[in-house]
């Protein structure tokens, strides 16, 4: 299987910062991945997926970017909304795998 | 709207057995695949299984291999997970979820709201 490792696993940040999460796979996706937010018991809700494609509807300070095994999920300017947790999944495989998630807190 | 609604889950004794239920709307689920994820309490998301629109693909995790299976009726636009030989680490909320398009995307869209399955004597 794939394994997907997030770093780093929590992160504070502040209202305006520009923050990024990191995804690594085992071994290269070609930009097979997809980004998700999830906030204190509700779903995950998807905000990119082909590494830099923007969800319809999410806001254009999420970007994605990247290839091969390395990949990074940007928030250009925090906002109040965006303290949650970030997951990244992979779909290169048809055995799916999520990364551990990335807790975003505020500072 | 497309809505998911999960149904089914509970408390169950370890080596027992549960079937999930996912009630599909507002799309025409007969030409998606589709999904279950789940979350143990405080923990992160894991990929269950999935099946293609059909039922031609399924996949499952080696965590449930052979104890789960996923199953899908696109007549009564629903999609199920009979879990047999439940162990304690099987606690978990179980989302069921689309995958974005019917060109068996990959990544999911929408999600439903999960039922909480708990294993426990």
């Known amino acids: 299987d794939i394994q997907m490792t997030q770093s780093p696993s929590s992160l504070s940040a502040s209202v305006g910062d520009r923050v990024t999460i990191t995804c690594r796979a085992s071994?290269?996706?070609?930009?097979?991945l997809a980004w998700y937010q999830q906030k204190p018991g509700k779903a995950p809700k998807l905000l990119l997926y082909?590494?830099?494609r923007l969800e319809s509807g999410v806001p254009s300070r999420f970007s994605g970017s990247g290839s091969g095994t390395d990949y990074t999920l940007t928030i250009s300017s925090l906002q109040p909304e965006d303290f949650a947790t970030y997951y990244c999944?992979?779909?290169?495989?048809?055995?799916?795998?999520f990364g551990q998630g990335t807790k975003l807190e505020i500072k | 709207e497309v809505q998911l609604v999960e149904s089914g889950g509970g408390l169950v004794k370890p080596g027992g057995s549960l079937r999930l239920s996912c009630a599909a709307s507002?799309?025409?689920?007969?030409?998606?695949?589709m999904n279950w994820v789940r979350q143990a309490p405080g923990k992160g998301l894991e990929w269950v299984s999935s099946?293609?629109?059909?039922?031609?693909?399924?996949y499952y995790a080696d965590s449930v291999k052979g104890r789960f299976t996923i199953s899908r009726d696109n007549a009564k636009n629903s999609l199920y997970l009979q879990m047999n030989s439940l162990r304690a680490e099987d606690t978990a909320v179980y989302y069921c979820?689309?995958?974005?398009?019917?060109?068996?995307?990959?990544?999911?869209?929408?999600w439903g709201q999960g039922t909480l399955v708990t294993v426990s004597s």
């Open positions: 507002g799309f025409t689920f007969s030409s998606y695949s």
């Open positions: 099946i293609s629109s059909s039922s031609s693909y399924i």
């Open positions: 999944q992979q779909y290169y495989s048809t055995l799916y795998t």
């Open positions: 071994q290269g996706i070609s930009n097979s």
């Open positions: 979820a689309r995958d974005r398009y019917s060109s068996s995307s990959g990544w999911f869209d929408p």
């Open positions: 082909a590494a830099s």
